[in-house]
């Protein structure tokens, strides 16, 4: 298993500044994942961060709204840019198992308030 | 990727079995169906996943049928703690998970 801490947990932010969240893994994983839950909603992919190349953007996100860092392989950011209220959501980091077989370990997710 | 169904919401009384079923018939034949689950506040948790055989562990017994089009989630005695939402996912090429709706399950006393 994987241990993930996001930081911060919450914030509350004002339209129009950014704010970066960070996960952080207990072991070396390749692949890690961002995904977004809107509030009531279920979880959608934002991107793939992998180590050693740049950031995967599913379809509707782009990396000027969520430029990502992957510096290493226990590390990685995330960056909500430019906030609106449509922005209010938890961000969840995620991570893939060592084996590989769709196992994914969740940290407890970021909730960001837009006022 | 496959494309998953499953009922918005579910009751089940507290110590019997709750029965979550998930339709996925666009599921090619090489993709596992997994399950996760989601307590209020905090994040989705591993549960169980499969191919083709049923599987049991010490959480869950996932049934899938032979063509594979559908799956069912048993919790064989469910508690007030499995109180969560219930996702059937599959997986992508880039190994992350598709999440659809999902089914809140209400355990009652």
């Known amino acids: 298993s994987a241990v993930i801490s996001q930081k911060p947990s919450r914030d509350i932010c004002q339209r129009g500044t950014s704010l970066t969240i960070q996960c952080q893994v207990d072991?070396?994983?390749?692949?890690m994942f961002w995904y977004r839950q809107q509030p009531g909603q279920s979880l959608t992919l934002i991107a793939t961060?992998?180590?050693?190349?740049?950031?995967?953007?599913e379809s509707g996100f782009v990396i000027d709204k969520f430029p990502i860092s992957r510096p290493n392989l226990t590390f990685s950011t995330l960056t909500v840019s430019n906030m609106s209220p449509e922005d209010s959501s938890i961000y969840l980091c995620?991570?893939?198992?060592?084996?590989?077989?769709?196992?994914?370990?969740f940290g407890e997710g970021s909730r960001l308030t837009v006022l | 990727d496959a494309k998953t169904t499953q009922p918005p919401s579910m009751d089940c009384a507290e110590g019997r079995a709750a029965n979550l079923p998930c339709n996925h018939s666009?599921?090619?034949?090489?993709?596992?169906v997994y399950w996760y689950r989601q307590i209020h506040s905090q994040g989705p948790q591993y549960i169980i996943h499969?191919?083709?055989n049923n599987e049991t562990n010490e959480m869950a017994s996932l049934i899938i049928t032979e063509d594979r089009k559908s799956s069912t989630l048993i919790l064989p005695h469910a508690t007030l703690r499995d109180t969560a939402v219930y996702y059937c996912?599959?997986?992508?090429?880039?190994?992350?998970?598709?999440f659809g709706k999902g089914t809140s399950l209400l355990v009652t006393p």
């Open positions: 499969g191919l083709k």
């Open positions: 996912v599959s997986i992508n090429s880039g190994y992350a998970l598709n």
């Open positions: 961060a992998n180590q050693g190349s740049e950031a995967t953007y």
């Open positions: 666009t599921i090619s034949g090489n993709e596992y």
């Open positions: 995620s991570v893939a198992g060592r084996t590989n077989t769709g196992e994914l370990f």
């Open positions: 072991s070396q994983v390749t692949m």
